[in-house]
């Protein structure tokens, strides 16, 4: 990441994209001849759709769709996939080859034993961040949870969940997720809790603070798409949502600022329903994925983090500093806990929505 500072050549990149191109098939053929054989076989790939699509299309299925070994065909999922992706397991019925799912929904799956082991000898999967490890899940991309606030109607410039609660000092129309993820963490984080003692969380201790700001959240939203537009009409002037939602409305002109302190975030990426007879070949285009100049590139449509460090050497200096693995800003992040949401989530939601309702 020393070199994150730095544009990339265009030049060099230019001709790097060349060679890739003209030289991916004979590649392809040289390391996985056993595949090429079968240059007829498909793969099906699932991601989040919109953008999603059209940013791994150029990262992930185009680069591996030229080493001339498969064809990748890509799908929207669901939001959540897990009850499609269990389903497919136990009918031994698989419509979906590869699946991106969060770090959450990994949890849920593997440990119900329905993912396929990944091979993690491949060098490049191996220079992945930490948290992007798992033996039958690879980390793609970095999600922040953060607040943003309108620079335009914020007199003074808050930098905390504190300043979140402090109405007084710093006034103006606040908007939470209907959800209790983020908010009972950020209740927490303004109570004085510290990011490295925030779980197991407190639940009664944040839903007491919850309660002092409850009067003053003009919207719970219920969609991530809701809170670019609600930044750029200027319906907030203060709220918490996914950094890539932010930067969304910070590129369309708004008058937007991100506040990375305090911030939370997870990980989506790729598995494989356990029994499906691709696996071998599902485990090539995963590791394929890995490779830091294939997610250097859809950080070009998605402002999410790449797991892998050395794509900030292809990423232009302020795209760089506008994602969540930046240096800079992964230091100010916490990672959510999946393990105490997945052992707490039913029992919280249903308080939480009682909660509303009072």
Same mark, same amino acid.
């Given at each position: ?9 265009? !030049? ?16 392809? @053929? ?26 791994? !299309?150029?990262? *992930?299925?185009?680069? *591996? ?7 990748? !065909?890509?799908? @929207?999922?669901?939001?959540?996939? !897990? ?9 031994? #019925? ?5 699946? #991106?799912?969060?770090?959450?929904? %990994? ?24 948290? @992007? %490890?798992? #033996? ?69 201790? $944040? ?71 691709? $696996? ?13 100049? %294939? ?34 800003? *992964? ?20 308080? *939480? ?6």
């Amino acid at each position: 990441m020393s070199t994150c500072d730095k544009s990339p050549d265009l !030049t060099d990149a230019g001709r790097r994209r060349f060679l890739v191109g003209t030289s991916a098939t004979i590649v392809g @053929a040289l390391l996985y001849p056993e595949i090429s054989a079968r240059a007829a076989d498909t793969l099906t790939v699932a991601d989040p759709g919109g953008p999603y699509g059209t940013a791994f !299309t150029e990262a *992930f299925y185009a680069p *591996f769709n030229q080493l001339g070994i498969a064809k990748v !065909t890509n799908v @929207a999922r669901v939001a959540e996939p !897990t009850s499609q992706i269990k389903a497919m397991v136990e009918a031994k #019925s698989f419509l979906w080859d590869v699946v #991106s799912v969060s770090s959450s929904s %990994h949890k849920l799956l593997s440990s119900q034993g329905l993912l396929a082991p990944l091979d993690w000898t491949d060098p490049e999967m191996q220079k992945l961040i930490p948290a @992007a %490890h798992q #033996s039958d899940w690879m980390g793609t991309n970095v999600y922040g949870t953060v607040l943003a606030f309108r620079t335009d109607k914020m007199t003074r410039r808050p930098q905390s969940w504190a300043d979140f609660y402090n109405v007084k000092d710093f006034p103006g129309r606040r908007a939470l997720p209907k959800s209790p993820i983020t908010c009972l963490e950020g209740a927490l984080l303004a109570d004085g809790v510290s990011a490295q003692q925030l779980y197991p969380l407190d639940v009664d201790r $944040a839903f007491r603070k919850l309660d002092t700001i409850k009067p003053h959240i003009t919207i719970w939203w219920t969609s991530y798409g809701q809170t670019t537009q609600l930044l750029q009409t200027g319906e907030i002037d203060f709220l918490a949502t996914s950094n890539a939602r932010v930067q969304a409305a910070i590129d369309s002109g708004a008058p937007v600022k991100i506040i990375w302190n305090q911030g939370l975030y997870g990980l989506e990426g790729w598995a494989i329903p356990k029994g499906n007879s691709k $696996a071998a070949l599902a485990k090539k285009f995963i590791a394929s994925c890995a490779n830091g100049h %294939h997610q250097a590139a859809y950080t070009k449509l998605l402002a999410y983090g790449p797991t892998s460090p050395s794509a900030f050497d292809l990423i232009p200096a302020q795209r760089a500093a506008a994602l969540p693995t930046f240096k800079d800003n *992964f230091a100010q992040l916490t990672q959510i806990d999946d393990s105490w949401w997945g052992a707490n989530k039913d029992k919280i939601f249903d308080r *939480f929505n009682a909660w509303l309702l009072r």
